[in-house]
C-alpha cells in the first residue's frame, strides 16, 4: 500500500497488534482502518451541539449542568 501513512507509538502499535488477532482481523491496518471509520462515522452522524455536548457529558469531559 502506497498511500499516507500514520505514526503510531510502539505501545499503541503492539496493542492494536493483540487486539487484531483476539478480534480476527488480518491486520493492524485492516483494525486501525475499521475504527477509525467507525469513528469518523460516529462524529458526521452528530446532529446537533446538543448532540455533542451530551457525547461529551458521556465521555467526561464537560461536566452536567
Do not use: C, W
Not at 510502539?10 to 482502518?33: F, I
Not at 475499521?34 to 461529551?56: F, G, M, P, Y
Amino acid at each position: 500500500m502506497f498511500g499516507p501513512k500514520l505514526k503510531l507509538t510502539r505501545d499503541l502499535y503492539e496493542r492494536l497488534q493483540r487486539a487484531a488477532a483476539k478480534s480476527g482481523y488480518s491486520s493492524v491496518e485492516e483494525l486501525a482502518q475499521h475504527v477509525l471509520e467507525k469513528a469518523v462515522a460516529d462524529i458526521e452522524v452528530a446532529q446537533s451541539e446538543k448532540d455533542i455536548r451530551n457525547r461529551l457529558q458521556g465521555l467526561g469531559y464537560l461536566e452536567s449542568s
